[in-house]
């Protein structure tokens, strides 16, 4: 059992940035591939990036609607996985979701099966 502690968000103006941190305890860290997801209003949730680690390397995801502007990381001492969000749009408002469990390879990243999710943090990019 995964515990998700999502923190970071608030208000931006577009071209800012801002900082999304998803906390895990319970297995170690990097057990569950793992990522972030977006929810704008009226619409269903849509996956913004993944990454995952294993003993043959890395790999990460992005969404082509994030590539270049979102940076996806993590710091395993902390237990902690990051979303840095550069020259934010207005598009890129709703809340983000943290998930662990995911199936991520370089290019795809879905959740399927027994998914962990955090309690979602808000973002609002004003023009």
């Known amino acids: 059992q995964v515990q998700i502690t999502e923190s970071g968000g608030g208000l931006a103006e577009a071209g800012g940035s801002l900082r999304l941190s998803c906390t895990t305890s319970?297995?170690?860290?990097?057990?569950?591939?793992m990522g972030w997801f977006r929810q704008a209003p009226g619409k269903g949730r849509e996956v913004i990036s993944c990454?995952?680690?294993?003993?043959?390397?890395?790999?990460?995801f992005y969404a082509d609607s994030v590539k270049g502007r979102f940076t996806i990381s993590t710091d395993n001492a902390k237990n902690t996985l990051y979303l840095q969000m550069d020259s934010l749009q207005t598009d890129d408002s709703g809340i983000y979701y943290c998930?662990?469990?995911?199936?991520?390879?370089?290019?795809?990243?879905?959740?399927?099966?027994?998914?962990?999710w955090g309690q979602g943090s808000q973002v609002t990019v004003s023009s």
């Open positions: 998930a662990a469990g995911l199936s991520v390879t370089s290019s795809s990243c879905a959740a399927s099966g027994d998914i962990y």
């Open positions: 990454f995952t680690e294993s003993v043959s390397g890395t790999s990460t």
């Open positions: 319970g297995p170690p860290f990097g057990f569950y591939p």
